[in-house]
């Protein structure tokens, strides 16, 4: 059982930067892929980004690329998505997600691929 806590979330400008972070529970989190995904109000929640259990292979969507950054740190279990240039069709809730890969190079996109979800943070990017 994984547990995942974002944090990191709030209200910015426009060209804003912000970092989520999310903690994970439990061992082993080097052998888990981890995924941000957001959903705004009245929409279907979206991929963001991926990352692989090293963090030596990430995938990002194609309306953040070039402006997010995913990462992570195994030793403290903690994945991060550092958002710059934030635009007001940033706002959702960002949600982390996991997936035990054990140790293979996968990452994944679809939400549905997903075992463990945290509870969300609210970014709100005002105009």
């Known amino acids: 059982q994984v547990q995942l806590v974002e944090s990191g979330g709030g209200l910015v400008q426009t060209g804003d930067s912000l970092r989520l972070s999310c903690a994970a529970t439990g061992d082993r989190f080097s052998s888990y892929a981890m995924g941000w995904f957001r959903q705004a109000p009245g929409k279907e929640r979206e991929f963001v980004t991926a990352?692989?259990?090293?963090?030596?292979?990430?995938y990002y969507g194609d309306s953040v690329k070039g402006r997010f950054t995913v990462s992570r740190d195994n030793a403290k279990n903690t994945v991060y998505l550092q958002m710059n240039n934030l635009k007001p069709e940033d706002t959702a809730v960002y949600y982390c997600?996991?997936?035990?890969?054990?140790?293979?190079?996968?990452?994944?996109?679809?939400?549905?691929?997903?075992?463990?979800w945290g509870q969300g943070t609210q970014v709100t990017v005002s105009s």
């Open positions: 990352i692989n259990h090293s963090g030596g292979i990430r």
């Open positions: 997600a996991t997936k035990r890969t054990y140790g293979t190079d996968s990452y994944f996109i679809d939400q549905s691929d997903y075992d463990y």
